[in-house]
């Protein structure tokens, strides 16, 4: 009996009748199976629906078009999330550091003519007892601790608050010589952009008027008669919240002043109020630094018709009483506010 391997004829001339010779070209069914085109069966040919003798296999070649389709949206929705997720505005942690500082700033106009004091070398002669001379004016509590800060943050807040208050309103620098990076230097950094623009291009749009930080009269105008001034007022403590610590100011702030160009001419008393809101929270007072975000001024005796966005505008002794306001005009904010300085 001949070999089972063999066919019935026999070997082919020249070949070993072996199935070895053709496991190189024969492929194993693992193969087939991933192969990128496939030849489509009897069945399908002869349904006469496939113009091509193949299909392609592979992900989308082996995918329904429903499969297709669904796979589509899922691809879109996840890049419309992660565009979104980048462009949507991130909330911040806290509160912002660069809350806008409101100023509302008040002319007050004398009753009658504007008088130079009595005696020059003793120009606060008239002033109550209460007033005292700088820092001691401005009566800085002992401070105590509030529900969320401790005693040693509200003395840090007081600490700054008072080094801020004596750069900017009893400085003589500050007052008549245009320095302005001093109090910078305690303004949150979040905050130093607006002071900034103040400073530099100081507009009376509630938010940039330089007189809004400071307490500053036009060399050009004015000199200090004394580098003293006079004060009194408070400081209350507040928490705005579990994380911010609040500290209201009220102080008036006289100063004795004279004409730039007269260092002899008559001396005349200038009254300022400034009532300010300075917030801290935890990095602000690790840093040193205050946020303040509400100042209002009234000072006189001024003009009523004054701009005192850059510089506050005194009257000096000699001077008639102040023109009122003109509500037709125009060229001058309509929240511009006069009022009458008592004698």
């Known amino acids: 009996m001949g070999d089972p391997v063999e066919p019935p004829e026999g070997t082919p001339d020249g070949g070993s009748g072996n199935e070895d010779e053709y496991r190189s070209v024969v492929f194993d069914e693992s ?13 399908e040919r002869l349904g006469g629906n496939h113009p091509r003798a193949v299909r392609r296999r592979g992900l989308f070649g082996t ?30 942690s806290g509160r912002p550091s660069g809350s806008q500082l409101t100023v509302s700033l008040v002319a007050l106009a004398p009753s009658s003519d504007v008088t130079p004091v009595a005696d020059p070398n003793a120009p606060f002669a008239a002033l109550p007892a209460s007033y005292r001379d700088g820092i001691v004016g401005l009566g800085t509590p002992g401070g105590s601790a509030t529900v969320h800060f401790t005693r040693a943050d509200v003395l840090r807040a007081l600490d700054t608050v008072q080094r801020y208050l004596s750069i900017s309103s009893l400085a003589p620098n500050t007052l008549v010589h245009g320095e302005t990076a001093d109090a910078r230097r305690l303004v949150t950094p979040g905050q130093q952009s607006q002071y900034d623009q103040s400073t530099a291009t100081p507009s009376d749009d509630q938010h940039h008027a330089a007189t809004g930080w400071l307490v500053r009269f036009d060399p050009a105008k004015v000199a200090l008669a004394t580098d003293t001034v006079k004060a009194v ?25 004279r004409p730039a160009d007269a260092p002899g001419g008559p001396v005349t008393l200038h009254t300022v109020r400034r009532a300010l809101r300075f917030e801290f929270d935890r990095a602000d007072l690790a840093a040193g630094r205050l946020r303040l975000v509400d100042s209002v001024v009234q000072a006189g005796p001024t003009p009523c018709n004054s701009r005192l966005a850059a510089y506050l505008q005194p009257m000096l002794g000699g001077t008639a009483s102040a023109a009122v306001t003109d509500p037709g005009d125009h060229s001058r904010a309509a929240w511009a506010v006069c009022g009458v300085l008592k004698p």
């Open 31 to 43: 193969f087939v199976r991933a192969a990128r085109i496939q030849e489509f069966s009897a069945r």
């Open 63 to 92: 995918l329904s078009r429903q499969a297709l389709a669904l796979l589509l949206l899922v691809v879109l929705a996840f890049a419309a999330a992660v565009y979104f997720g980048v462009a949507a505005p991130q909330p911040q």
């Open 233 to 257: 007022g408070a400081m209350t403590i507040d928490e705005a919240d579990a994380g911010v610590l609040e500290i209201d100011t009220d102080h008036t702030f006289v100063y004795a002043l």
